[in-house]
Nanobody, 126 residues
Framework: QVQLVESGGGLVQPGGSLRLSCVAS????????IGWYRQAPGKEREFVSVSSHYGRDTWYHSSVKGRFTISRDNAKNTLNLQMNNLKPEDTALYYC???????????????????WGRGTQVTVSS
C-alpha cells in the first residue's frame, strides 16, 4: 500500500524559507515521476513542481521558478522541496504526489496524479 507523508510546513515571514519533505512507503520513489502540488483556500489544487522518474528532468510552475528546488533522497525514499524567498501568495496546503502519467511539456494537472499525501500547511505572513 502506497503512503506519502509530508512534513516541514509552518508559519514563516515573507522572504523566509521552508523545506518540505515527503517520505514514501510501499513504493520506490526513484522509479516514478513524483512532485508537489498546492491548494490555497478557495482555489483549485495546482502543480508546483515535478521530478521525472530517476530525476532526469524537473519542472516548476512559473510562479515558483528560481525560488523553489525539488530534490530526491533515494537512500531515504524521500522527496524534498526547498522553498526560498517565500511570498504571501505561496500560502497553501502542499501535497506530495505520485504521478501515473507524465507530461513531456511540463503541463501537469491533478489528472496526472495517482496517489496523494495528506498535505502540510505553509503559511507566509508577517
Amino acid at each position: 500500500q502506497v503512503q506519502l507523508v509530508e512534513s516541514g510546513g509552518g508559519l514563516v515571514q515573507p522572504g523566509g524559507s521552508l523545506r518540505l519533505s515527503c517520505v514514501a512507503s510501499g513504493v520506490t520513489l526513484d522509479e516514478y515521476a513524483i512532485g508537489w502540488y498546492r491548494q490555497a483556500p478557495g482555489k483549485e489544487r495546482e502543480f508546483v513542481s515535478v521530478s521525472s522518474h530517476y530525476g532526469r528532468d524537473t519542472w516548476y510552475h512559473s510562479s515558483v521558478k528560481g525560488r523553489f528546488t525539488i530534490s530526491r533522497d533515494n537512500a531515504k525514499n524521500t522527496l524534498n522541496l526547498q522553498m526560498n524567498n517565500l511570498k504571501p501568495e505561496d500560502t497553501a496546503l502542499y501535497y506530495c504526489a505520485k504521478l501515473s502519467t507524465y507530461s513531456d511539456t511540463g503541463n501537469f494537472t491533478t489528472s496526472n496524479v495517482r496517489f496523494w499525501g495528506r498535505g502540510t500547511q505553509v503559511t507566509v505572513s508577517s
